[in-house]
Nanobody
Framework: VQLQAFGGGLVQPGGSLRLSCVAY????????MSWYRQAPGKQRELVAS???????DYVDSVKGRFTVSRDDAKNMVFLQMNSLKPEDTAVYYC?????????WGIGTQVTVSS
């Protein structure tokens, strides 16, 4: 099983991006899924999470701006990011529990700059 995040890029402050994470391989069930980010010189932080029952949680700094969602039929998780700020600049990673095992995906760079 592998996870891969994509959809990052360069965006101006106030702009939007939608990140996607797809799980590849022999998958029976996606369980708890989450998005992390790591900015240069900082520790990796949990940004958003979603349970199989679609209960979501967010770090305070993105509440009201980011929305996490999932499509289990496609083995995908999404992160809609609106009203982006320069401090959102980081490499974003998805992490998932797939059939009881934790996996990290390859990250995608998000840069918010004018």
């Amino acid at each position: 099983v592998q996870l891969q995040a994509f959809g990052g890029g360069l965006v101006q402050p106030g702009g939007s991006l939608r990140l996607s994470c797809v799980a590849y391989g022999r998958i029976y069930r996606l369980n708890y899924m989450s998005w992390y980010r790591q900015a240069p010189g900082k520790q990796r932080e949990l940004v958003a999470s979603i349970t199989p029952g679609n209960t979501t949680d967010y770090v305070d700094s993105v509440k009201g701006r980011f929305t996490v969602s999932r499509d289990d039929a496609k083995n995908m998780v999404f992160l809609q990011m609106n009203s982006l700020k320069p401090e959102d600049t980081a490499v974003y990673y998805c992490r998932g529990n797939v059939d009881g095992t934790e996996y990290w995906g390859i990250g995608t760079q998000v840069t918010v700059s004018s």
